[in-house]
Nanobody, 123 residues
């Protein structure tokens, strides 16, 4: 059964950094893109970034451009989201998801989801 396992969420002070990891288990990233989404309390789940190994990446959220970077390590079958200069408004549950369709901000196009990892940024 394909799975995505996230890790790296934590409580961090404003201005700090975190690196989230998303490990794909049971399938290879060669045939899927990986997207990162986040969901703040009471808000909808929104796309943050997406990567297609070997083809590039995209940042969907204007608010994280210049601060967040997505990358992949195919040898480890893992995608990372490096988050710098964190702000309280980045507080959310972060999810990674796999899609066979390509990078789109629509969460309904993603086939597999991780369990989420919580990021809390204190002011």
């Amino acid at each position: 059964q394909p799975q995505l396992v996230e890790s790296g969420g934590a409580l961090v002070q404003s201005g700090g950094s975190l690196r989230l990891s998303c490990a794909a288990v049971g399938f290879t990233l060669d045939y899927y893109v990986i997207g990162w989404f986040r969901q703040a309390p009471g808000k909808e789940r929104l796309a943050v970034s997406c990567i297609h190994s070997g083809r590039g990446s995209i940042i969907y959220s204007e608010s994280v451009k210049g601060r967040f970077t997505i990358s992949s390590d195919n040898a480890k079958n893992t995608v990372y989201l490096q988050m710098n200069s964190l702000k309280p408004e980045d507080t959310a549950d972060y999810y990674c998801a796999a899609s066979a369709f390509g990078c789109y901000p629509d969460r309904f196009l993603y086939d597999y989801w991780g369990q989420g990892t919580q990021v809390t940024v204190s002011s």
